[in-house]
C-alpha cells in the first residue's frame, strides 16, 4: 500500500476549503492501492480558513492542518507541508481547485513507473493576458540563456508529485529566499511532465498581483544564477572602451581641425549615460546584496502557531514531538 501525502498551501480560502476535499478524495479514492493523507497549511489566512480547517480535521482522520504564526508566503506554506509530510510521495496542490484532481491519476501511474517528480505542465496561458503571457515569456528566456547548469522548465508550477527522494532533497535546501520552482528543478532526479489545464477558481480571489508576479521572478534571477553580475562587467568594459574611443576621437578633432567641440550637449549625454549604467550596476550589486542580507540572518522559514489544535512552542533544541512529527525548524 503506498501512502501518499497531498500538500494544501491556504491563504484566505474560507470559500473553497469544504469544496476541496470532497472534489478531491471523490478522484482519489479510485486509485487502487494508495492510501491518501492530507496536509492544510493555512498561511496565516485573515478570514475564517482556519476554522474550516480546524472543523474539517476533526471531521476527518486523514487531515492535518498546519498553521503558521503569519502569512509568510505559498513557497514557505509548502515548505512546512513538505517538512512534516510523512507520504511516500507528495503532491502540491492549490486549494482553489484550479489544479485539476482528476490529474493526480495520472501522476500516481507515472510515479510507480519509476518517475520521482511528476510535474503537471499547463497547457493554456492563451487564458492569460497578453502582458502576463509577454513577461512570462521574456523570463523563461531570460532564465534559460543564464542559468548554464540546469534548465528550469516552462509552464510547469507546485502542482507536481514528488517521491520521498525528492521531499528529503528539498528539506536539506533551507533558504529563506525561495523560489520553489527552481529548487524543484535543481534537485534533478528523474522527471515527467503531464499537461493539465488550469481550471478557473473554484472561488475567492487570486492573490498574485503584478507586482508580486515580478518580485518572484527577481528572487528566481537572483537566487538561481550570477549570470546579471556578469553582464554589468561586460557592460562597464563596452562603455570604457566606448568612452576611450570618443575621447580620442574628440582629441584629434580639437587637435588636428581645431573643432571646438560643442560642449554642453556631449558632455550633459555622456553623463547621464555613465550615470545610468552606474546605477543600473548598483542596483543590481544591490539585489544580490539583499539575498545575502536575507540568508545570513539564517531565519527559520516558517513558524508554526498550531498543529491540529496543538500549540507549537520552539525551543532552541529540535524535538520530535509526540505525533512523530520531526520539525526541521
Ligand atoms: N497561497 C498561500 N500563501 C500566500 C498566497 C497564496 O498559501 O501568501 C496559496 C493560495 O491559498 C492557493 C495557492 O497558494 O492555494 C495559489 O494562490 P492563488 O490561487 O492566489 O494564485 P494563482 O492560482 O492565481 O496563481
Ligand atoms: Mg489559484
Not at 509568510?72 to 510523512?86: L, N, R
Not at 554642453?264 to 544580490?288: C, K, N, R
Request: aromatic share 12%; charged share 25%; proline share 4%.
Amino acid at each position: 500500500m503506498d501512502k501518499i501525502t497531498i500538500i494544501v498551501p491556504c491563504y484566505n480560502e474560507q470559500e473553497v476549503i469544504d469544496l476541496f476535499y470532497p472534489a478531491v478524495q471523490k478522484h482519489v479514492s479510485k486509485i487502487p492501492n494508495c492510501a491518501f493523507n492530507y496536509i492544510f497549511v493555512n498561511d496565516g489566512s485573515r478570514d475564517a480558513t482556519l476554522e474550516k480547517l480546524r472543523a474539517l480535521a476533526a471531521a476527518h482522520d486523514d487531515i492535518t492542518y498546519l498553521s503558521l504564526s503569519r502569512n509568510f508566503g505559498k513557497e514557505s506554506a509548502m515548505m512546512a507541508g513538505i517538512d512534516y509530510a510523512d507520504g511516500d510521495a507528495v503532491i502540491i496542490m492549490d486549494a482553489d481547485l484550479q489544479h485539476p484532481p482528476e490529474a493526480v491519476a495520472e501522476m500516481v501511474k507515472w510515479w510507480r513507473e519509476g518517475y520521482d517528480d511528476v510535474c503537471g505542465k499547463r497547457v493554456d496561458r492563451a487564458g492569460e493576458t497578453w502582458l502576463k503571457r509577454t513577461c512570462a515569456n521574456i523570463f523563461y528566456a531570460v532564465m534559460k540563456k543564464f542559468s548554464t547548469s540546469y534548465e528550469m522548465q516552462r509552464d510547469v508550477g507546485d502542482f507536481r508529485l514528488l517521491d520521498r527522494r525528492c521531499i528529503e532533497a528539498l528539506r536539506l535546501m533551507r533558504e529563506n529566499q525561495r523560489f520553489t520552482k527552481g529548487l524543484f528543478t535543481w534537485v534533478g532526479y528523474r522527471k515527467k511532465e503531464i499537461p493539465f489545464e488550469v481550471q478557473p477558481r473554484a472561488a475567492g480571489t487570486t492573490t498574485w498581483n503584478f507586482l508580486s508576479l515580478f518580485n518572484l521572478a527577481m528572487k528566481g534571477m537572483t537566487s538561481f544564477t550570477t549570470a546579471p553580475l556578469r553582464l554589468m562587467t561586460f557592460l562597464g568594459v563596452t562603455v570604457s572602451c566606448g568612452a576611450m574611443i570618443y575621447m580620442l576621437f574628440t582629441l584629434i578633432m580639437a587637435l588636428l581641425y581645431g573643432d571646438p567641440v560643442a560642449g554642453y550637449p556631449t558632455l550633459i549625454t555622456v553623463m547621464l549615460f555613465l550615470g545610468g549604467t552606474q546605477l543600473l550596476a548598483l542596483g543590481i550589486i544591490g539585489e544580490y546584496l539583499g539575498q545575502i542580507f536575507h540568508e545570513s540572518k539564517q531565519r527559520p522559514i516558517y513558524l508554526i502557531d498550531e498543529i491540529n489544535g496543538e500549540r507549537m512552542i520552539y525551543k532552541p533544541h529540535r524535538v520530535p514531538n509526540e505525533r512523530g512529527f520531526t520539525p526541521r525548524d
